[in-house]
């Protein structure tokens, strides 16, 4: 089992910058690919970036640039850093860690983000 809590959302600006993190804790964290995923209202759920066990990155098209994805395995810990926001960054944003048939969400986090 892995759990996943999730910080840093809040209310920001346009163009304002925040930063989310992820904090693991269970199973050795540095063994499992780690994603970011948001879901606004009425609106499916989807992928935002992620991070493989190697630190390789991904990244959706509408945050490329803009959004960084990282981690330090020794805090057990995943971060999203967000710059350049925009309205329609406005969601829930949920962490997801995962290795093979195994996957782990966390509990989501408010991202707000004023025009």
């Known amino acids: 089992q892995v759990q996943l809590v999730e910080s840093g959302g809040g209310l920001v600006q346009t163009g304002e910058s925040l930063r989310l993190s992820c904090a693991a804790s269970?199973?050795?964290?540095?063994?499992?690919?780690g994603g970011w995923f948001r879901q606004a209202p009425r609106k499916e759920r989807e992928f935002v970036a992620s991070?493989?066990?190697?630190?390789?990155?991904y990244y959706s098209d509408s945050v490329k640039g803009r959004f960084t994805v990282s981690r330090d395995n020794a805090k057990n810990t995943g971060y999203l850093q967000m710059d350049s926001l925009k309205p329609e960054d406005t969601a829930v944003y949920y962490c997801?860690?995962?290795?093979?048939?195994?996957?782990?969400w966390g509990q989501g986090t408010q991202v707000t983000v004023s025009s």
């Open positions: 997801k860690a995962d290795r093979g048939s195994s996957v782990f």
């Open positions: 269970g199973r050795a964290f540095s063994n499992y690919d």
């Open positions: 991070i493989d066990w190697r630190g390789s990155t």
